[in-house]
Structures are given as C-alpha cells and as structure tokens.
C-alpha cells in the first residue's frame, strides 16, 4: 500500500476512480529506477534533492512520490562517520557548556577540546554531530528486482489498496469463491455471502464501519485484493467515504491491477484470535470427531452463511456446524442473529461472547448456545459433542447383529470397529461367540490355552512379549492379567512374570 498522501484519484461523476500508470509512464518509471541507482554511495539528501527535480520535470508529482514509496522499501541506508554520531554530539555538548559558546571561535574550541576526548579532529567531531540524520545518512546500496513495468504493476496494486482503506463496505464477485473466501477468514474481516441472480456475492465490511477504525484492520481489508486479482475474472464495487462524501469504487478484471508472484497472498493468520486459540486447543483432544476450518455454505434464505467449523463424526456420516459469535458492531451481531434465524435444518453449535446478552435469542432458534468470555472452554464444547455421540452410538449400536464373528485368532476391538463404521463403545453389547475380550483385543480360547502352556513364573517379560508378538498380540497387561501373572519389575533391567 501506499501511503493516503500518495494517492490519485478521480472523482468525475461523483464516482472514485484510481488514477493508474499505463505503458506511457514507462519512462517516468524507468527514470526513477534510475535516480536511486545513480545515487548509491551518496547522501540521501542528494537522492531527495535529485526527485524533487523529477517531480518538477513530470506531468504528476505524486505519480513520482508513489514510485519512489516503492523503491524505498528496497534501499538500504547505513551512517557513515569518523564517530559515533551520539557519542560526538555528547562530547560537543559538554565542550560547549564549558566553553561558553558564542562566537565562531568558541565553536571551533569546543569541537577541538571534544575531539581530544574522543581522539579525533575537530573537523571529524563537526562531520558526525549529525550524521545519523535520515537526510545525511548514505545510501550503501538498493537492489531492484524488477523493471519499469513491474514498478508500474506493483504501484497500481498498491493504489487501488491505499484507495480501499476508506471503503465501508467492499462486494466482490470471483471466479474463484472458495479461494476467496478462505482468505477473508485468514485475513480475519468481517463478511456475508449473499446469493444473486448473477451468482453469490462476496460483501466485506471495511474499516470505516467499526466503532474505531484501526490501520491493522484497514490494511487487512485492502491486501484482500492481493487474493481478488488472482483470479482470472473479478469485480469488485466498493462504498467509500470519502471525507464526509460516500462515492462508488469499481473495479474489475479489465482494470490494470496485477499481482506479483513473488509475495504471499494473505499470509495473515488468527494466531491470536479466539477462533485459531479454541482450534489449536482442541487439536490436542483425542476426541472422535475431527475439526474442518470452513465448511461449506449454509443457506440462510437469499443468503449463505459460512460457519467458522464443523465437527465431523469419525464414525458415522455426521456434521455439527460451529460458530463462534463475537462482538464487532451493532449491525454485525443483528445479522448474524438474523442469520441464525433462517439457516437451513442442520445441526449447529453457537459459542457467543456472554457481553452480547443474546444466548436466549440464538437458544429460541433452536441452536445451542455456549456462552463463553476471552476464550471458548473446551470442556463445554466437548460436553455438548458427547451427548450427540452417546446418542450416535446408541444408533450404531442397534444398527449391528447381537453376534460377531472374526476369522482372525486375535484382533483388536479398533479393527472390529472400523470394518463396521462405528466407534468401539458401539460394540459394547456385541456377543463374539469364537473369542474372549482381553482387554481391548479379541483372542481365540485356543491362544489363550497354548500361551498358559507356554508362560510360566520367572519368565522375562521380554520373552514372554516376544511370545505375544508372534501370536499378533501386543497389550501383554492385559494377557498376562487374564492368564494370573503380574509383572514384577527390576529397575532398569526390565521386568519378571510373577504369579499373582
């Protein structure tokens, strides 16, 4: 982006049209290139004073101001002086109150008696005093990894960004809608999805609709059309204040706006934020269900709305949607209550912030409600999934016969499970008539008779792991419990099989 001082627009017809650099500035471009590499070595001043003069030359002093905003952020300035400009100034200083300094001599005096303090002359002193200046710092070097027309293309982005941060409101249509709206949710903006004649409509509220617009939110909502101008066709019509005045922004696939392909598109993540908070937490449950960011859209009437989660069953084809309701703006929490309303028949989870007062409301929908204040509690979330898995594995369970039978001689009740698409706790009530549950393994009578033959007291347990192993069994606890041993251990040495 650019900075708001750099920005050039027109306002014919009550419209805010961009004013971009074409192939005609391509010499302005090159021109400016040139400047800075011309002056590497010198003074920055000298480099200022050399663009003042191009300004002067050029039809659009900010389209030169715009290009240099650019290249700046590539130069490299470094202070170069015979002292430490602070530890000049220091000396200077205290020379000078001692001095009295009021005349031309008493000046050099001064510098000279700084000078023998710090072991240099007094012209070296007087070079440094302010040699950390921005204006007298020199420019060690700048490295320009792009032309006059990748200056061009990378200026346009950058002004049709700087002219977005006083939108209210942005609508964006894409070719590409799942791209665009995963990186809204990464950029963290506040947005809806409305269903249109000409197909859905992204609509993102912008800064100057907060109740205190911040530059972080701003400059998020403007590097969003890093990811518009990706896609091959776009159009985007934004709402700007502008001053006082609310004029129409519009822009499109035909507008000269390209995106570079050597940054990220919208890196920006939630680290902080409630939502990246409860889905890094809840990633270290070991829960049947697994945690999808961005779930498909949900109808709500001529709208969608897109959850921020949804829990999938392991076991079973079962969706619960999460939404995790805080607080941005009065009309925010109106819409997303109104939403709420109409979203069609799905199961859906809400975590509101308690300071909104509306847990009855999103309850009276038939949703339920998790209040929570600062972050979302995962005790409470994992209670509610509970319940729907006590009732879906009751499901599971009576959808199975009252016998099973597995043709392994041992196998674990997980494996028994899967075949079958439940959860193990389904399995609970299941007879198998040719096998004994150890644990939570399922082994033939017959195994279990020849290991009594095979293990005796004294044994290692090594030996006797190495025994189980052949036969594909792997909790030795549990068999050896079944089979009226104990394990006695020895240290570091390992452990001995005992009789109970």
């Given at each position: 982006m650019l900075r708001k001082e750099h920005l050039r627009v027109s306002r014919a017809g009550g419209g805010y049209h961009?004013?971009?650099?074409?192939?005609?500035?391509?010499?302005?471009?090159?021109?400016?290139?040139?400047?800075?590499?011309?002056?590497?070595?010198?003074p920055r001043k000298r480099l200022d004073e050399a663009l003042a003069d191009l300004e002067t030359d050029a039809s659009d002093f900010k389209l030169v101001r715009g290009f240099s905003a650019l290249l700046d952020r590539e130069v490299v300035l470094e202070t170069r002086a015979p002292v430490e400009p602070r530890s000049a100034r220091t000396a200077a200083f205290e020379a000078a109150a001692d001095v009295g300094v009021v005349t031309g001599d008493d000046r050099t005096e001064a510098l000279t008696r700084a000078g023998e303090s710090l072991g240099a002359a007094p012209d070296e002193?007087?070079?440094?005093?302010?040699?950390?200046?921005?204006?007298?710092?020199?420019?060690?070097?700048?490295?320009?990894?792009?032309?006059?027309?990748?200056?061009?293309?990378?200026?346009?982005?950058?002004?049709?960004?700087t002219a977005l941060f006083d939108a209210t409101e942005m609508r964006v249509r894409s070719a590409e809608p799942a791209t665009l709206v995963s990186a809204v949710k990464r950029l963290r903006l506040m947005y809806e999805v409305h269903k249109t004649d000409e197909g859905r409509e992204l609509v993102v509220t912008g800064p100057t609709r907060l109740f205190r617009a911040?530059?972080?939110?701003?400059?998020?909502?403007?590097?969003?059309?890093?990811?518009?101008?990706?896609?091959?066709?776009?159009?985007?019509?934004?709402?700007?204040?502008?001053?006082?005045?609310?004029?129409?922004?519009?822009?499109?696939?035909?507008?000269?706006?390209?995106?570079?392909?050597?940054?990220?598109?919208?890196?920006?993540?939630?680290?902080?934020?409630?939502?990246?908070?409860?889905?890094?937490?809840?990633?270290?449950?070991?829960?049947?269900?697994?945690?999808?960011?961005?779930?498909?859209?949900?109808?709500?009437?001529?709208?969608?709305?897109?959850?921020?989660?949804?829990?999938?069953?392991?076991?079973?084809?079962f969706r619960i949607y999460f939404e995790i309701m805080g607080f941005w703006t009065p009309e925010y929490v109106a819409k997303k209550l109104s939403q709420l309303e109409s979203v069609e028949d799905v199961d859906l989870l809400v975590a509101v912030d308690e300071s909104l007062g509306v847990g009855e409301e999103i309850a009276a929908r038939d949703h339920r409600a998790i209040p929570y204040t600062g972050g979302v509690r995962l005790k409470d979330v994992a209670g509610v999934l509970r319940e729907y898995e006590t009732d879906l594995v009751a499901e599971s369970a009576a959808a199975l016969p009252d016998e099973l039978v597995s043709e392994e001689d041992a196998i674990p009740l997980s494996t028994v499970a899967d075949r079958h698409g439940v959860g193990e706790d389904a399995l609970e009530a299941v007879e198998f008539p040719e096998h004994e549950r150890v644990g939570r393994t399922l082994v033939r009578p017959a195994v279990l008779a020849d290991l009594e033959g095979e293990i005796e007291a004294g044994m290692a347990l090594s030996a006797v792991e190495a025994a189980l192993a052949d036969r594909g069994l792997s909790d030795a606890s549990a068999v050896l419990a079944e089979l009226g041993y104990r394990v006695e251990w020895e240290g570091l040495d390992g452990g001995t099989v005992r009789e109970k």
């Open positions: 961009p004013q971009f650099a074409g192939r005609e500035h391509r010499p302005l471009a090159a021109r400016v290139i040139g400047t800075y590499q011309g002056h590497v070595g010198e002193v007087a070079e440094s005093l302010y040699a950390d200046l921005d204006e007298r710092q020199t420019l060690a070097s700048i490295e320009v990894p792009w032309g006059p027309d990748e200056l061009i293309d990378r200026y346009n982005l950058s002004l049709a960004q911040t530059r972080r939110y701003g400059t998020r909502f403007a590097r969003l059309l890093r990811t518009v101008a990706k896609s091959a066709e776009w159009r985007v019509e934004a709402t700007i204040d502008d001053r006082g005045t609310e004029r129409t922004l519009s822009l499109s696939h035909e507008d000269p706006v390209r995106v570079p392909g050597d940054e990220p598109i919208a890196e920006v993540s939630f680290d902080s934020g409630v939502e990246a908070d409860f889905a890094a937490r809840f990633s270290n449950l070991n829960l049947d269900w697994e945690l999808l960011r961005e779930p498909e859209p949900l109808a709500t009437g001529t709208r969608v709305m897109i959850p921020d989660f949804a829990f999938d069953y392991r076991h079973a084809d």
